[in-house]
Nanobody
């Protein structure tokens, strides 16, 4: 059974940083495009960042561009989301996801077959 195990998150002050991790359970997932999404309170899930299986490029939403960095460790295939200069509007449940045929431009929820369990990130003073 394919699983994406997330860790990280929690309460962070405005302007602070936090790193989320996502570990795939299946070896084959290293060939998948990976994405990060978030769901703010009372809102729909939205795209944050994505990268293709070969890690050649990364695409970010305008709201996080320049502040968040997505990366993948080629040794153990862990995917990270480094979140810097956090703002109150970044408060959300964050999800990692895997997309078998995707590119870094896979921004729709429906394009992803596998999802992590979600991790809460709260930005507050």
């Amino acid at each position: 059974q394919v699983q994406l195990a997330q860790s990280g998150g929690g309460l962070v002050h405005p302007g602070g940083s936090v790193r989320l991790s996502c570990v795939p359970s299946a070896y084959e997932l290293w060939t998948y495009a990976m994405g990060w999404f978030r769901q703010p309170p009372g809102k729909e899930r939205e795209f944050v960042a994505a990268m293709p299986w070969n890690n050649e490029s990364t695409h970010y939403s305008d709201s996080v561009k320049g502040r968040f960095i997505m990366s993948r460790n080629t040794a153990d295939f862990t995917v990270y989301l480094q979140m810097n200069n956090l703002k109150a509007e970044d408060t959300a449940v964050y999800y990692c996801a895997a997309n078998k045929w995707g590119t870094e431009f896979a921004v729709d929820v429906d394009e992803y077959a596998y999802w992590g369990q979600g991790t809460q990130v709260n930005i507050a003073s």
